[in-house]
T-cell receptor, first 114, second 113 residues
């Protein structure tokens, strides 16, 4: 099993450009999450989804959008990139909506906005 | 919102030394998790704790769920170079809203051979 796959691994965007960060999992997990990681700041939840067709905001959703049309995929969209969105983005999934199972993380997308 | 205070922020130790780090919360959790993040990779689950007072080991790693349910501790014995990375604590409540985890800011561990 591939687990959680994120693409691309690296990306440089110019201010105002848009892009989609892809996330796919093959574990049939219902719950999926997007986090951003800034140096020394830990992981901040951007958006999460409890199943196909259902998404909700996390702690830092401004400037981002998500969709969940299938169980497997949970793309994160940046519409107007800003320097403040320079970060490492992690997608994660879990079997159920309980921390008993922990989360499985992807290997991350490092985004730089210049 | 809920916050976790994780300390120390960073550690520089000699190979073979033991390591201790901890995490405290302003609110109660019924689940504590410890993750390790290798450079350039996503966090990987090391240990999960589900009961106050619980002590759980995974090889050279031992973690404890504090009896107040507001803290947790991770110890690494006889450190080796591959222990290098960032260690994150995470707290959550099963039965709560979507089971979202709250993460600490991480402890960056460096090991000198």
């Amino acid at each position: 099993n591939a687990g959680v796959t994120q693409t691309p691994k690296f990306r440089i965007l110019k201010i105002g450009q848009s892009m989609t960060l892809q996330c796919a999992q093959d574990m049939n997990h219902n719950y999926m999450y997007w986090y951003r990681q800034d140096p020394g700041m830990g992981l901040k939840l951007i958006y999460y989804s409890v199943g196909a067709g259902i998404t909700d905001k996390g702690e830092v959703p401004n400037g981002y959008n998500v969709s969940r049309s299938t169980t497997e995929d949970f793309p994160l969209r940046l519409e107007l990139a800003a320097p403040s969105q320079t970060s490492v983005y992690f997608c994660a999934s879990s079997l159920r909506g309980t921390p008993l199972y922990g989360y499985t993380f992807g290997s991350g997308t490092r985004l730089t906005v210049v | 919102g809920q916050q976790l205070n994780q300390s120390p922020q960073s550690m520089f130790i000699q190979e073979g030394e033991d390591v201790s780090m901890n995490c405290t919360s302003s609110s109660i959790f019924n689940t504590w998790l410890w993750y390790k993040q290798d450079p350039g990779e996503g966090p990987v689950l090391l240990i999960a704790l589900y009961k106050a007072g619980e002590l759980t080991s995974n090889g050279r790693l031992t973690a404890q769920f504090g009896i107040t349910r507001k803290d947790s501790f991770l110890n690494i014995s006889a450190s080796i170079p591959s222990d290098v990375g960032i260690y994150f604590c995470a707290g959550g409540n099963y039965g709560g809203s979507q089971g979202n985890l709250i993460f600490g800011k991480g402890t960056k561990l460096s090991v000198k051979p």
